[in-house]
């Protein structure tokens, strides 16, 4: 696993409780957001459970004593949900979907890999673009399916894809 | 028998009050034309020694510090205007360029330190900002009280804080802080921690509950400090500007 570079912040023990002046907070939650964006995207992760957060370094600082209770990171959560950068996956809001790229983005990304490697009109499996060798060294390789699927429909709301199912794979065709 | 006092007597009094009045406006003219030939001089003196010195004053810090003595010594404010007689030395310049620098510096880490910062790490940022050269490298503590005291003009918005042990903070916003307040900061600040709380306020200070806790509650609406509720024992109130890898990052 990559080295996390944590922020002062994160051994600021009061960078642990949601802060109650409002300009404060502000930035608390700004610095909050960047840091979950960042240690996904190190880890190669893309869902928060929301109970088991304090099992996480992320939301646990055992050398500062801090943890960021449930209440708070919920807080954190709905912030990040108004900037389309998380979303909540069930409804009693305990996972979230955290996208260290917008939608939007990874869909563009997607497209512009299969444009510059001559995929246009052939179908790709979901596996190739996920775990195939040539997808290495792309940003979306071994992203998590849910979002890479969510990505792709938002593609194909555009037009510039197609998904489809066999057997019990999955496939998409750009255009 | 006693001679009364006669017209004669009265009209000669009035001319003596008369001369007396001449003769005082005579020596103050003279004076007065003394004084400007001195100034005259001191002025031709000191512009001479300004532009000999201009870059001196610039570089050296020293240098600048035993001028910024003499001057405090006969009284002048070398700074106090950018167009009288004292502009011609250019040390006023250099402190005006020192005071934008600053206000870049307080800006651009506001967004972590609340607008509180101390004077240490304003130095290391400047220095670190204004390039290698030996010259910009020498800017001393006392440099950059002369330049933010010069800030004042512009209001409230700029102003420091002695915490005491020979610390200043630079406070970037405006609301000025009262004796308390202060209290609080030299408090941290001796304590070295970053971290104060109302029982060391009453403990260590004797204040009263409410008093310290009146101190706190500014110093959090005021975007200075962090409140922290995990503390075993009490809440805690830090100044991310006191705060080591805050102050380095």
């Known amino acids: ?175 | 028998m006693r001679r009364r006092a006669g017209v004669g007597a009265i009209q000669k009094q009035k001319l003596e009050q008369e001369k007396y009045r001449e003769k005082g406006s005579e020596i103050q003219e003279n004076q007065f034309q003394q004084m400007s030939k001195q100034l005259e001089v001191f002025r031709e003196n000191l512009e001479e020694f300004a532009t000999k010195h201009k870059n001196e004053i610039k570089k050296n810090a020293q240098f600048r510090r035993q001028f910024q003595e003499m001057c405090a010594a006969i009284g002048v404010d070398p700074l106090a205007s950018g167009k009288g007689f004292w502009s011609v030395l250019g040390i006023g310049d250099f402190y005006y360029e020192l005071g934008v620098q600053i206000v870049e510096v307080c800006l651009a880490t506001n967004y972590k330190n609340g607008g509180l910062i101390t004077l240490d790490e304003l130095r290391s940022r400047l220095v670190a900002a204004r390039g290698r050269a030996k010259k910009h490298q020498d800017i001393t503590n006392e440099d950059l009280l002369a330049a933010v005291k010069k800030l004042r003009i512009f209001g409230n918005g700029f102003t420091v804080i002695n915490i005491g042990k020979g610390k200043w903070l630079v406070q970037s916003v405006p609301g000025e802080l009262n004796l308390d307040q202060t209290l609080v900061l030299q408090k941290a600040n001796t304590l070295g921690t970053a971290w104060i709380s109302s029982s060391i306020l009453t403990g260590d200070l004797g204040w009263n509950e409410t008093r310290a806790q009146n101190a706190l509650n500014y110093m959090v609406k005021e975007g200075l400090a962090w409140i922290d509720t995990q503390d075993s024992t009490e809440t805690l109130y830090w100044f991310p500007s006191m705060f080591a890898e805050c102050v380095s990052a």
């Open chain 1, 1 to 175: 696993m990559t080295e996390i570079t944590w922020p002062w912040q994160y051994n600021f023990p009061p960078f642990f409780t949601i802060q109650p002046h409002a300009e404060t907070r502000a930035k608390q939650l700004e610095a909050w957001q960047q840091l979950i964006t960042d240690y996904l995207k190190t880890t190669k992760q893309s869902t928060i459970d929301v109970r088991e957060s304090q099992n996480c370094p992320l939301f646990n600082n055992a050398t500062i004593n801090r943890k960021l209770s449930q209440e708070s990171l919920l807080i954190i959560l709905e912030e990040m949900g108004k900037t389309g950068r998380a979303a909540p996956v069930d409804k009693s809001k305990n996972v979230w979907e955290v996208y260290w790229h917008s939608l939007d983005e990874w869909g563009n990304m997607l497209y512009n890999w299969a444009s510059s490697n001559g995929l246009n009109n052939t179908v790709c499996t979901l596996f190739e673009i996920r775990e195939g060798d040539n997808t290495v060294g792309e940003e979306f390789h071994g992203l998590d399916m849910n979002v890479l699927i969510k990505a792709l429909k938002a593609l194909e709301v555009k037009g510039r894809c197609e998904l489809m199912e066999f057997d019990d794979n999955q496939g998409v065709k750009f255009f």
